[in-house]
Every structure is written in C-alpha cells, then in structure tokens.
C-alpha cells in the first residue's frame, strides 16, 4: 500500500464522514445494532463505546457493556488473486486491495469481525480476522504480501468450498474481474443458496474493455498461460468490444435479478472515489 | 539444361530479402492479455478467416518465390533440348570376363548401360553395338528402350582382342548426320587405340573395372627335334603387367601329364623366357600352365598340339646309323652327309627361326 497505516486511517476515517453526508448505502449495508446481554465493572482498556454512559449519568459508575460474542456479524471479502488481476496501471490487484482496506475499515468500525480469503482456481488462503480498526495494520500487511497466483479463476469451486470452511452466515464480498471461463454465476448462486449475502465488486481495465493493439500479435492469455497467434483488425477489436461491454451487462443484470448490491470500477477511476463509493458517499464515476 | 543469358540467375538472389522480409513479418509481438475468453468468442464467429489469418504470410512467401523464380527462368532464357542420340558401344573383348567385378567386367557393363538407357527421355534415340572380336551393330537407333535393353542383354562374351577403334567409327558413321549426339563406350579402357579414343570429342568412357596386375603366358611353341626326333623344343614366354613381384610355377604337360615343371619369377611388369628340352616320344596336346592369382585366368593356358614323330626324320636317323650309301640318299641327305654345308643350313634354318620368333612372332 503506498500511503502509511495512520494516513490511510486518517483518510478512510474522513472519507466515512463524507460518505455519512451523502446518506448512501455503504457495500456492506447499514449498521446492525447489537443487544448488551450484561454489564460488569469498567477496566481500563475496555473500548469507551462499550462504556454505558446513560448508567454513569444516573449512577455515577463507570460500567461497560457486554455482548453474545456469537452475535458478531461476520463480513467476508472472497479476493480474487488470480494472474488475470495483474493486469492494469494500476493493477487490478492493487484496487483490490485499497478496496478490501476499506471494506475492512467499514466493518470494524461497526464492531463486525471482517476476514478475507484469497482465490484464484480455488481457496488459495485466509487472512487475519479482526474486529478493531485498530488491527487494520495486519490486515495491510497480509494484503501487502499478496501476490498473482494459480491457473485461472474458479469461482463455483471456490464458493464451495469457502461454505464449508466458514459456516456464519454474513456479507461476502466478492472483489474480482470475474474472468471464469466457466461463468461467475454458479459462484454467487452457491453463496446465496447457502444463507450468505454476497456483493460484487467487479474490478476493469480500461485497456481490456478496449484494446488499442491491432495487426499480427501472439495473444498470451495470462490465466491459461497460453499463446495463441491472431490478426487483429479493426473489426475484430468492435466485435471485441461489443462482446465485452455485452459481459458487463451481464453481470449487472444478473446482480440485478438476484438484488445483489454490485459495484463495477474501472482501475483509473480516483482512488478517493473509490473508497468513498465502497463507503456509502456518492457513487464513482464507473459503472 | 543450358540458359542463353547466365548471368541472369544472380536475380535468384533477390530471394534473400523476400525471405528476410517474411522473417520479419512472421515474427509477431507478444500481447498479453488478462483472458482470451473474449478473443476467443470474436475468433469463432468468424473461424475461417481465423484458420487463414496465420496462413497468409506463408501462402505470400510462396507466391512471391514462385513469381521471382518465373522472372528469373524468364531472363536467363534457358534452352530446352530437342532429341538426343547416342550410340553406346559395350566393349566385349576378353578382358572384359575379369572378375574384379562381380560377377564379371561385362556385365557390370550391361548393368551400366541399362542405367544409361532407364535415364533416357522418351524422345532419345539409342543404338547398341560391341566391339569384341568383330564389331557388331546389336541394335540400330531407335527410340524403344526394351530393343536396346533386350540388344544389351544378348551380348556374349569372347576371348578375342576388342576392336574399339573400329566400333567407335561405325558409331561415328551412324550418327554422322545427327546435330545432339554422341557415342558412349562401356569398356575397362584396356583395348588398342584406347588413348586415341580418350581424347576424343565426341566419345565418353565410362570405365568398368578397376586397375589389376594381370600375368600372361604371352608364347607357347614346340618342335621337335630334328636330330633326336624323340625329343622337342619347347618355347614359353610369360610375361607380367602387375606392379609387383611375382614367384609362380610353369607346368607343362602332355595330355594332362606334367612333363615339366620350371620356376618363373617376374619382376614388376617383367617378361620371362625360356626353351625347354624335354623327350616326349608320344604324340599329344602339349600344355602350359602356370596360376598366379590374377583377375583374368583364361590367358594362363596355353595349348599346342605336339605331331608324331616324322618318318622321314627316322629313316635319317637310321640311314645315318647304319651307313646307307652315298648314291641311294637323297640330294639333301647327302649334302646333310657333309658337316658344313649341314651346319650351315641349319644355321640358316635356325636364324630364319629366330627372325621368325623374335620379329613376326608367327607362333604367337
């Protein structure tokens, strides 16, 4: 990450109360409010949102709340790590991170527990689990660590077997350019077939939505690892296009249909209009 | 083939740039791309022109070989050639029934000329002749190769000298009035005026054979003795074309009898020469015989035929013997009564001989 763990703090702290203004949804969806099963003395420590401050006012006691810890609302990230995701100026990949920061960010701060999962053709790993702003430190460093792997990208087998590795039902966010040769709906069908909310962040590069190279090229696909020689005239770049922009479309439609919440970025879309997009401000200039 | 403009080929080389052109054209770069998914779907709507796409520099390449090769076969003007002819001539003299090539020089010959008759175009014409001990037209010119092949296959083999000189101006006869011919000898380059016809123009050898050291009985003769009928003469000369030493045996025998038996040693390329007193009563075939291990075994027998003992000569020797008088002998015996006229034609006699031997060779 190019900006230091307290800048980003500061910013994405600033950002959220930008975002608040606007009254816009946030990815992961409004605040749940949790039920204090009990209270017992303060110790110093304790988190000063957990203090009671109406019982201080009344008693003059210091007491701190305390709550089911089975009642904490998981918030996943599925990140895509795929080699297709190497791909941009910025890389997709690195927007994928800020944007997987900033889902963290939202999450802790509404006392969730947030984890991320990376794949590729399959689970590839798990990140840190926190609850704290405070812990986002080794949420940056394990994202700051990540790097393309595996042969392409499998999102119904990933699905299948992230539903049997956690079993909490919540938001899973999936961060990804959806480049499945075998579709991305089965994925996203399985996680809500299974009781989780998913969210889509779909991840482009400009350069992929309209390529500017034309003539005798060997096309290297970097998630098959796979030459294959082409003339590419300026016809076949319009129909590349068309089939392209049709892809999108499909995928909103399908979030659409299923009322999944869907965000498509484009990697040269301002990184502060990004983060504020996944906040809940004021929605980016990509579609 | 033959061009009339030669120099005209060098435009062959404007075929390097073509192709380095084509190398640089096939060498396309390298465009990576996050997924061909998409590329992939672009490419199968429109499948043949994919399937042509990569094949179009190479079909280029060969189109404009093939227009550069036309230019230059254009320029260079080449020269078709119209009928061909030719007379080949198999050498079927002794010495090609040598062995060093199995399974002899002459059929190694054939052989050779059925391969100069399968290469033959069909408008070629052909005529087949041998020269061994008389020249012979096997096959006029004609442009049916089974005749010719069927005339090579019938020529025998002889123990007599070639006569190529010969063969190779009835050749020169047959095609004289042809513009594209030419006469080909199959021969192991071991006939009479072989250096004469090597020079010549319109003459191609092709040798069969190799070089081998070859060791001969080069004279056989026999008489008998006219003073002792009971005995004879005999002459043997070996002679040796091998560049090396060689030690053998010469036998001779009467009517597969050895009579005789002497050592010969031969220098390389010498001659060897010697007259031998045998008494041999009988009539009968007389033979010499030596084996060195040469490639040509006809030419180490010699035969001669030894005749009876002469009544004449015997009535001399008794007429001599017993004292027949003066009167009754003829003019010639009694002239032989006396020593010196006796001597004397004898010398004569055997100076004619010698004359005979060494300077008509009529025994040979």
Redesign the interface.
Same mark, same amino acid.
């Given at each position: 990450m190019p900006t230091s763990h307290a800048e980003l703090l500061k910013r994405l702290h600033y950002l959220t109360l930008v975002a608040g203004q606007s009254h816009g949804p946030s990815l992961i969806g409004p605040r749940q409010k949790k039920l204090s099963v009990g209270l017992r003395d303060y110790s110093p420590g304790d988190d000063y949102r957990h203090v009671d401050w109406n019982r201080c006012a009344r008693h003059d006691e210091l007491m701190t709340r305390t709550f089911d810890p089975f009642d904490d609302r998981p918030i996943y990230v599925l990140l895509d790590c795929s $080699? !297709?995701? +190497? #791909?941009g100026q910025p890389s997709?990949l690195e927007v994928a991170r800020q944007i997987t920061t900033a889902i963290g960010y939202l999450a802790t701060k509404d006392l969730s527990r947030f984890s991320v999962t990376t794949f590729a053709d399959g689970i590839l790993g798990d990140g840190p689990t926190i609850r704290d702003p405070s812990r986002l430190g080794k949420l940056l460093r394990f994202l700051g660590q990540l790097a393309p792997q595996g042969t392409g990208t499998d999102l119904e087998r990933t699905a299948e077997h992230f539903v049997h590795r956690y079993q909490r039902h919540g938001p899973v966010v999936v961060v990804s350019?959806l480049?499945d *040769?075998d579709g991305f709906r089965r994925g996203f069908d399985i996680l809500r077939g299974h009781g989780y909310e998913p969210r889509l962040v779909q991840i482009i590069?400009p350069a +992929?939505a309209k $390529?500017t =190279?034309l003539g005798? #090229? +060997?096309?290297?696909?970097? +998630?098959?690892a !796979?030459?294959?020689?082409?003339?590419i005239t300026e016809r !076949?770049v319009g *129909?590349?296009v068309e089939?392209?922009a049709a =892809?999108l479309d499909s995928v909103r439609d399908y979030c659409s249909r299923c009322s999944i919440p869907c965000m498509q970025i484009t990697t040269d879309t301002p990184k502060q209009s990004v983060l504020l997009e996944i906040l809940g401000g004021r929605p980016v200039g990509a579609t | 083939m033959t061009v009339a403009h030669p120099d005209a080929l060098l435009w062959a080389l404007m075929a390097i740039p073509i192709l380095l052109l084509y190398w640089q054209r096939i060498r396309t770069p390298r465009q990576s791309v996050a997924t061909a998914i998409f590329w992939e779907q672009v490419f199968a709507e429109d499948a043949v022109r994919s399937r042509w796409q990569p094949r179009r520099h190479a079909v280029s390449l060969v189109v404009q070989l093939t227009v550069l090769a036309m230019f230059v076969v254009a320029m260079a003007d080449p020269l078709i050639p119209g009928p061909q002819y030719i007379v080949l001539i198999v050498d079927n003299g002794a010495g090609m029934n040598a062995t060093d090539v199995e399974p002899t020089r002459l059929d190694a010959a054939k052989q050779a000329a059925m391969r100069l008759i399968a290469g033959l175009r069909d408008c070629d014409w052909v005529a087949v002749i041998s020269s061994g001990e008389a020249v012979s037209v096997r096959c006029p010119l004609t442009n049916d190769p089974s005749l010719c092949q069927a005339a090579i296959e019938a020529i025998p083999a002889t123990d007599g000298a070639g006569k190529m000189v010969d063969a190779v101006e009835v050749a020169r006869r047959m095609i004289a009035d042809k513009a594209a011919a030419r006469i080909v000898v199959i021969s192991d380059g071991s006939f009479e005026g072989a250096e004469t016809i090597a020079t010549a123009d319109d003459v191609e050898i092709a040798l069969v054979g190799s070089r081998t050291g070859n060791t001969a009985i080069t004279r056989f003769a026999v008489r008998r003795n006219h003073d002792a009928p009971s005995k004879c003469q005999v002459l043997a000369e070996v002679a040796s074309a091998a560049d090396a030493p060689i030690e053998c045996r010469l036998d001779v025998l009467l009517d597969d009898q050895v009579v005789a038996t002497k050592p010969v040693a031969l220098a390389a390329n010498g001659r060897w020469q010697e007259i031998l007193e045998l008494t041999v009563p009988e009539s009968g075939r007389l033979t010499a015989r030596f084996d060195p291990a040469d490639a040509y075994a006809e030419d180490n027998t010699a035969v001669q035929d030894l005749q009876p003992i002469d009544a004449t000569a015997t009535d001399l020797r008794a007429a001599r013997g017993i004292g027949v008088a003066a009167e009754s002998v003829p003019p010639l015996v009694r002239s032989a009564v006396r020593p010196w006229p006796y001597l004397l034609s004898m010398a004569v006699l055997l100076l004619v001989l010698e004359w005979s031997l060494y300077q008509r060779r009529w025994l040979s």
């Open positions: $080699p !297709s995701m +190497e #791909v997709k350019d480049y *040769r590069d +992929e $390529p =190279f005798d #090229v +060997e096309l290297l696909d970097m +998630e098959a !796979s030459g294959q020689q082409a003339t !076949s *129909r590349y089939i392209y =892809f | -």
